[in-house]
């Protein structure tokens, strides 16, 4: 999948890899340096509208490494894993 936004190229490809104990775990393969918490949410189909995603996040019901993440726009890059709602993504 490749997103474009103001010039920048974002490839993502995705395999699931496991469920267990009610988590679905993801592991993403992140070309670029970074993708932003909203944008992985939304491509990743866990939200259907970056609406969406920006609202779950503003509610703290997301986690980066085991985290509460309240920003938005944070960062997200290879090595770290985000969580939400029993889904487990971990970024390679």
Do not use: P, W
Request: proline share 0%; aromatic share 4%.
């Amino acid at each position: 999948m490749t997103l474009h936004k103001s010039g920048v190229n974002t490839k993502i490809t995705s395999a699931i890899i496991e469920k267990k104990a009610g988590f679905m775990a993801s592991k993403f393969k992140l070309e670029n340096e970074y993708i932003e918490l909203v944008k992985l949410l939304k491509v990743t189909g866990l939200c259907s509208s970056g609406g969406m995603a920006k609202v779950v996040t503003n509610e703290g019901r997301v986690k980066v490494d085991g985290v509460v993440e309240l920003r938005k726009g944070c960062k997200i890059r290879k090595g770290q894993t985000v969580e939400f709602e029993g889904n487990i993504i971990e970024l390679e």
